[in-house]
Each structure stands twice: as C-alpha cells, then as structure tokens.
C-alpha cells in the first residue's frame, strides 16, 4: 500500500466511468459505436502511469445530423414549443434544471479535479460560481422581461418591443473553465428560448455526466442535444448544412474561422465567441512592489496560467527590473505543487499530456535565442508537469513573445519609454485585457485612456480576471466577439423584434382584446414577480 499516493476516501475514483448515452430530442439515447478512453494525469501511485477515468463516445456525422435535426424540429421554424413559450414558463424549466444541477455538486467537482487537475477550492469555486451565474441570469431575463411589457409610440405608430430567439445554437466551450465557461454560453443560448446542441471540451466531459438527466428532465425535448466526441468529427458536419443561427465558442480562433468557413451562409451566422488573448502587465517605476508580485503569480500562474485571461507577458520597467525578477522568481519557486486536494497547493498537474512538452520547446527557443530562466526550478520537469519558467531577456523573434502560450512560463519584458509595451499591444493580434502597476495619476491618466482603446478591461494594480461576471467579458481583434456577461449574453444570444401598430380604432380595440384575452405569449404586458 505504501507505494500508493495517499487520496481522500470522498475524491477516491472507485470505478470507472464510461458514458454509454447521449441526450438527443429528449431522450438518453444509448451508445454502442467506438468509444474514446479519459485518462487523467494524475497518479494513484508514486511510480508514475497516468489514471483511466472511463470512456466517452466517438461520435460522427449520422450523430451529429441526428442532433441537429432534433434541435431544428425542437425550433419548428420559429413555431416550436419552446421559442414561442411564455417567458415565465422558460425560467421555470431553468429554476427547475438549476435544483437539480445544485444535487450533483460534489460528483461535478471530483470529476473537475481528476479531469483537468483544478485545485480543490477551485472546483467548488467553479461550480458555485456557475450555479450563481444561472440564478443571476434568471433574475437579469425577468428584469428584461418586466422592461418589455409595455408600448411605445411615435408618430402615430405603437410598438411592442421584445427580443426574440435567433434559432439552433451550436454550443462549443473550453477545457479549462468545462462547466463555468461553457454554462456561460449554452444557459443565456437556453433561456432565451433558442434550440442547442452542445458537444463538451476534450477534457473536462464526463463531469457533464451527472447532468445529462437534469438537462432531459428540465427542458422539452429538443432544446438541449449533447453529443460527445471529437470538435471536427461533430461540429464540422453540423456547421456544413447552414442550418445553424449561431456559433458559440470559447476557444481558439483557428477553430472558431475553420468552422466559420464550413457554413455555406456566413453572413446568417451570429457569432458569439470567446478566444486567446495574450494580456499583459505593465509594471511603472513607482509601483507597489509587495502588491504587483502578488497579483502577477495569481495573473500568471493560477490554474497554471492556463486562462484565456491569464497575465501572459510581463512588461517591467528598467528601473525596477532587477528586484521584480529577483524577488518574483522567489515567489514563483516557493509556490507548492501537488495533487489537486493537497492542503495550499498552488501547482497542479498539467491536464494534457503533451504540455509540458510544448513548453520546453518554447523555453528552448528562448535560450536559443538569448533568454535566461531566472528562478531556479524554472523548466524542471516531471511526468506531469514542468516547473514556470521566468524568461528575461525576451526578444520578439522568441515563439513565447508571439504565440499564447497557456501554460506554465512566463516572458518578461523590459523598457525604458512606455510607448514601448505600448505600440506591442497595438501591433498584437490580441486585445482581450491589461494590467497596470503605479500609483502616480498623472502618469496612469493617459495611460488609461489608451489602453481603454486597446483593450476591453484595464485592470488597476490587479491581475486580468473575467469575473465577476455581470460585468462585461469580450476582447478586441482576435480574442472575441459579442459580449458574454449575465446581462450582455441574453443579448448576444437574441435580436429586438417587435409588433407594430398605427393608432386607430381597429387596431387599439383588436390589441386590447389580445391582451385581455391571454392567447399570445408574446404580445403581453404581464410582470413578472
């Protein structure tokens, strides 16, 4: 037994998980085609071999039309049960399914942490964090909805203004944030009474598992498909029909053109997507040192900087160049690694397989090239992991100055005139955040005001976060497009339309007797308590 790594009973995986079913127009249909194993990096024992969780279906093509024909019929050509629903009945199916999803809680975040490694309280976070965001966006829609229940006039003509849904919503969310990002998409999609088909990230899947019933049980059939296998397998032949109203994605851009480019009607196609970014920070002469250390390891190194809005290049000033890098190298190799239940584990094994890997080609190129690791654990490695490395000097002919790395290493910049860090972020394909570290306000003034044009969030002497997340969440250029927060996502995910009138006698009597009598869903004026 000694040989053995030392595991929780709760967290312990007693067996394996195979996912023999998928939701398909109401019904958990059973798999009986090929089959893709889960592993998880993490070890059971000390002689390292990596865990098998289970397996999940392989699925293609017939699958994925099998999927999308549901959630078009589910739609009907707008005449569908659930886009002509009343607005209160849909929140009702979503308070139901949220119950229901709060009952899974501890079997979502041990599959959270075996699956992709998050630290403990990172899943729970995670998965609190979610549920929240579901409530607050049933809140946020009844809000909307009391906003809408009433008519405007102007030159004669009355108007009664709603938003409507778009139509079927391919759903496709990331690997790092499994539930919470891809929840951020597929709930306002759900809610505002669009048809889905929702295929879960390659790591991160078989924690949608405890799920698949809440989703069967909540909502009518149709409304939520979930199909398992590989993105270009599914997404790609669901794309190539042009029978999808929008694409959802938090992902890479690559995927994101190239499914794009596979709708044969691109201008049809709303997009709602959450890409890379390459954030940085930029460290002033006159910043709070003790601060700026501690948000750039919680801005570089949380979750391994495996975020979409990690801090994934550090510009810092001549002046204080010497101590930051002496001091956050320290920082970085105190940080403990471990398994993601130890006690104050910061580190945690890398989900994918061939991540570290990736990594110390970056990290070779750099030295190739004149950069130097500065802490002394940087690039030691491990079955499952390699040490943050701190880079300096970093040059832009380095691959770690142009491609976003998503993992454990960090390039650091200097400079001596600002327009430096500057003209790089203008120059970059990116434009997602920024964080600034100084306190003098005549400096931070204008330098606010253009990295408000740069970027969509200047965060002050804080790290790039998303959350919280009723505020606006988007990028510029390459790192996103529409806006995903509890209050801009059930705008992203409809379009105003209206009923109008011209204020006569027939028309004021045949509305008045519409409202009095009930019988359509959308034209009402009732107010949601």
Excluded at 101 to 116: A, D, Q, S
Excluded at 188 to 216: R, S
Excluded at 328 to 355: I, M, Q
Aim: with cysteine; hydrophobic share 35%.
């Amino acid at each position: 037994m000694s040989d053995n790594v030392k595991i929780p009973e709760a967290l312990q995986i007693k067996s394996e998980i195979h996912q023999k079913t998928y939701l398909v127009n109401g019904e958990l249909k059973e798999w009986k085609g090929e089959n893709s194993t889960v592993i998880s990096t993490i070890s059971t024992t000390k002689a390292y071999a990596h865990t098998v969780l289970g397996s999940i279906p392989a699925m293609g093509e017939k699958e994925a039309l099998e999927a999308l024909d549901a959630a078009t019929g589910a739609f009907n050509k707008g005449q569908g049960v659930w886009p002509t629903m009343k607005v209160k009945d849909r929140i009702e199916c979503m308070e139901t399914f949220v119950k229901k999803m709060e009952e899974k809680r501890e079997e979502v975040v041990k599959l959270l942490m075996w699956e992709i490694g998050k630290s403990m309280p990172d899943s729970y976070k995670e998965f609190d964090r979610t549920v929240e965001y579901i409530y607050d966006t049933i809140e946020d829609y009844k809000q909307l909805d009391r906003d809408s229940a009433k008519f405007s006039k102007h030159d004669g003509v009355y108007a009664h203004i709603r938003r409507g849904p778009l139509g079927v919503v391919l759903c496709l969310g990331p690997y790092n944030y499994p539930l919470n990002e891809t929840f951020a998409l597929l709930i306002p999609a759900i809610i505002m009474g669009n048809t889905t088909i929702f295929k879960p990230a390659k790591h991160g899947v078989l924690l949608i598992t405890p799920l698949l019933e809440a989703f069967q049980a909540s909502f009518p059939k149709g409304v939520v498909n979930i199909l398992f296998g590989r993105g270009r397998a599914v997404a790609g032949p669901i794309m190539k029909t042009g029978k999808v109203d929008v694409l959802a994605l938090i992902g890479n851009s690559k995927s994101a053109n190239a499914l794009q480019d596979q709708h044969p009607k691109s201008n049809r196609l709303r997009l709602v997507l959450g890409l890379e970014a390459k954030n940085p920070a930029i460290i002033l002469p006159d910043a709070d040192l003790d601060l700026t250390i501690n948000e750039c390891i919680a801005g570089t190194l949380s979750f391994n900087g495996q975020r979409c809005t990690a801090l994934k290049v550090v510009y810092v000033h001549e002046d204080v160049k010497d101590e930051f890098l002496k001091r956050f190298s320290e920082k970085v190799d105190g940080l403990k690694f471990g398994n993601p239940w130890d006690k104050d584990v910061k580190l945690t094994p890398l989900p994918e397989p061939g991540k570290p890997d990736y990594i110390q080609e970056l990290l070779d190129d750099a030295k190739e090239k004149g950069g130097k690791v500065q802490n002394k654990k940087g690039g030691k490695r491990s079955d499952n992991y390699i040490w943050p490395a701190v880079l300096y000097p970093v040059t832009k002919d380095m691959r770690v100055y142009e491609e976003e790395q998503f993992g454990p290493i960090i390039p650091v910049v200097s400079f001596t005139d600002i327009e430096e860090p500057l003209n790089d972020m203008a120059e970059s394909n990116y434009g997602q955040q920024v964080s600034l570290f100084g306190k003098d306000v005549y400096t931070l003034s204008p330098l606010i005001d253009t990295l408000a044009n740069l970027v969509c969030r200047v965060n002050l002497n804080s790290s790039c976060q998303r959350g919280p997340d009723v505020y606006p969440f988007t990028g510029r250029k390459d790192s996103a497009q529409s806006t995903l927060s509890v209050h801009d996502a059930l705008r992203s995910f409809s379009v105003r339309t209206f009923v109008a009138f011209k204020d006569n006698e027939l028309n004021n009597e045949t509305i008045e007797q519409l409202l009095e009598a009930k019988v359509s869903n959308f034209l009402s004026t009732d107010y949601i308590l």
